[in-house]
């Protein structure tokens, strides 16, 4: 886990976040240093070298279910958060599959050499078009845009006759893909309303 961590770390931020002493031992990405810190600060079991066997690690996936928000960054909590929830209830032997096959420093790996992380692809950031006009531009096309929806309401309003304008506005998010808002202020609900909802659950 703390190897994937420091991979997905080093693929956004290319640059290591720990000095921990990854090699490729027997079976994967291997830290001496990881490994005293686990045995003197949280009771973890002595490493066993058994040739040709894989240990099972087994852990409880509540005891990771909030991460500890201390962290020095939000980037940093995200990655972590992002490792346990996708890796968190994965057997063992999988997890050390994906690593082989999906992360860089062991698909170049030597066995017992030290692992280097420069070979790790940067993800690619999701593109937002939004964000190539400048904030005055932004903000002309947002009011536009809630004028051309207020307009076109209301002409509808027009047609449907005995619909509120208030109504209509709530009713044109329903396909919209934004999500659903509803007015503020009291809302009031007839009895009969209230059975029908009551019946329906």
């Known amino acids: 886990m703390m190897y994937l961590i420091e991979w997905d770390y080093f693929a956004w931020n290319r640059n290591r976040l720990t ?3 990854w090699i490729y031992l027997h079976y994967g990405p291997w830290s001496s240093m990881l490994s005293d810190i686990l ?16 240990r099972q690690v087994f852990w409880r996936p509540p005891q990771y279910k909030d991460i ?13 958060r992002r490792v346990f929830e996708v890796f968190g209830s994965v057997r063992t032997q999988d997890i050390v599959k994906y690593i082989y ?6 698909q170049h790996a030597e066995r017992g050499q030290t692992l280097d992380f420069t070979p790790t692809r940067k993800p690619l950031k999701p593109f937002n078009p939004v964000t190539t006009l400048n904030k005055n531009l932004r903000q002309i096309v947002r009011e536009r845009l809630r004028a051309a929806t207020k ?9 449907m ?10 009713l044109s998010q329903l396909d919209s893909p934004k999500d659903f808002v509803l007015p ?10 209230k059975r029908r909802i009551a019946e329906e659950g």
Do not use: C, W, Y
């Not at 045995?39 to 894989?54: C, Q, S, T």
């Not at 500890?68 to 972590?80: A, F, K, M």
């Not at 096959?101 to 062991?106: A, D, R, S, V």
């Not at 006759?161 to 709530?170: A, F």
């Open 161 to 170: 006759g005995d619909v509120p304008l208030e109504v209509l506005k709530v």
């Open 39 to 54: 045995r003197e600060k949280f009771d973890a079991p002595p490493e066993e070298e058994r040739v040709d066997e894989f």
């Open 151 to 159: 307009v076109k309401l209301a002409e509808v309003s027009k047609v």
């Open 101 to 106: 096959f999906n992360t860089e420093p062991m």
């Open 184 to 193: 503020e202020g009291i809302i009031q609900i007839s009895d009969e309303d």
């Open 68 to 80: 500890d928000t201390r962290l020095h960054s939000p980037d940093l909590e995200g990655i972590v």
């Open 19 to 21: 000095s921990l002493d």
